[in-house]
């Protein structure tokens, strides 16, 4: 079973910011890709944004110029941190892993509540 440690979400004010962190185990040894994909009630899942081994990014268009994601490889560790945050990112975040293009690990997701 193959955990990862999400950290980092709660409740915070409109514009505030909010940094979100997922560790992936030893066990896994390699991490093509990491990344965040967010649900809120009543919406089907959707990619917020992904780092891939060579450090390239893709972001969803609505969190474009306020999330940035980044990685420490030596850590095994990812970061999303967001800024100018919205009422509407409000949403449960889950941490993702591939270690291969075929292969995908999920966190048990962390709470982001925006509200005043």
């Known amino acids: 079973q193959v955990q990862l440690v999400e950290s980092g979400g709660g409740l915070v004010q409109p514009g505030g910011p909010l940094r979100l962190s997922c560790t992936a185990p030893g066990s896994i040894s390699r991490l093509y890709e990491m990344g965040w994909y967010r649900q809120a009630p009543g919406k089907q899942r959707e990619l917020v944004a992904s780092i891939g081994s060579t450090d390239t990014t893709t972001y969803a268009d609505s969190v474009k110029g306020r999330f940035t994601i980044s990685r420490d490889t030596a850590k095994k560790t990812a970061y999303l941190q967001m800024t100018n945050l919205k009422p509407e990112d409000t949403a449960v975040y889950f941490c993702?892993?591939?270690?291969?293009?075929?292969?995908?690990?999920w966190g048990q997701g962390t709470q982001v509540t925006v509200s005043s």
């Open positions: 993702t892993v591939q270690p291969t293009t075929r292969l995908r690990y």
